[in-house]
């Protein structure tokens, strides 16, 4: 029973990564596909979540740790450069 | 299950690695490449390899576009 | 019985975050301006991720901390680059829709700019007395 609802959210979520996707395809200034890739990188981590929970392991959820903090700092690197330069 | 979510995962990855090759703006070409880099995390991880997904998400998302952003800024500094 | 109920519980709160991130990224399709996209997406998401956590908390009460850790995580950084973010794009100008009212941060400008000159009027004028 909870294994259907799990597998409902994860079809949610990459729906909603395909239609950033879209974005991240159209966007016509970098600064809206930055925030794609951001948008795509927070739905990752709930999906990387939902995997995690389905397959049962705990060490899953450390991936999702690091892609937090790799997707902030690429984030930060990315409008610091188009603010002035590292 | 596992095949539907690798499926759509790899056809967005595929998108990324096009707008990386062949868009003209290299600021966008650096953000696709770790784009890519970041589906590619997610695919290992449907094969049972944590260890490397975690590998790939700080080599190739982290360090790749922190180094390409230094060198990009280098260049323009020098071209004003 | 009992776990039963909880996981139903925390699969329905589960969906419903997955929702709000399907809806975050609508507003960032569907959005006029780079401003609104950042601000559709970015709080949309967060709080979608946030609720995806807490329902899978209730199906496996005994990882609490690696949740909570990233709960946190996600709702300290995420606000902190959507603030980066747009003002990084205000400073290279990405254009205003047509339909924005009010530019605080141009009419502060402009404020700032005729209280300078009055300021150095003033100066101009003591000097000269």
Do not use: C
């Amino acid at each position: 029973m909870v294994n259907i609802l799990i597998i409902i959210a994860i079809s949610i979520t990459l729906l909603s990564i395909a239609v950033s996707m879209l974005r991240f395809i159209l966007g016509p200034s970098p600064v809206d596909r930055v925030i794609a890739f951001d948008v795509m990188s927070v739905s990752s981590i709930a999906l990387i979540a939902f995997i995690s929970v389905v397959s049962k392991r705990v060490i899953y959820m450390d991936v999702a740790l690091v892609y937090g903090i790799l997707g902030f700092l690429g984030v930060i690197v990315v409008a610091r450069y188009l603010e002035k330069g590292m | 299950m596992f095949v539907v979510i690798a499926i759509i995962i790899g056809v967005a990855s595929l998108i990324g690695g096009y707008i990386a090759i062949h868009h003209e703006d290299l600021s966008v070409a650096i953000i696709a490449s770790g784009l890519v880099s970041l589906f590619a995390s997610i695919l290992f991880l449907l094969l049972a390899a944590p260890d490397v997904a975690m590998t790939e998400a700080a080599i190739g998302s982290g360090l790749t576009t922190l180094i390409f952003f230094y060198v990009l800024n280098k260049i323009r500094q020098r071209n004003d | 019985m009992d776990t039963n109920i909880l996981e139903i519980i925390g699969g329905s709160i589960a969906i419903a975050g997955s929702i709000f991130l399907l809806l975050g990224s609508i507003g960032l399709y569907r959005m006029p301006d780079a401003y609104n996209r950042i601000q559709a997406g970015t709080k949309a998401s967060t709080l979608g991720t946030i609720l995806s956590l807490l329902g899978l908390f209730f199906i496996f009460p005994s990882w609490f901390g690696k949740f909570m850790v990233l709960i946190l995580f996600v709702l300290i950084t995420n606000p902190v680059s959507s603030h980066v973010l747009a003002r990084a794009a205000y400073h290279i100008m990405v254009p205003l829709t047509k339909l924005t009212q009010v530019d605080k941060w141009k009419e502060r400008r402009e404020i700032d700019e005729s209280r300078k000159a009055h300021l150095r009027k003033v100066k101009i004028q003591k000097e000269g007395e």
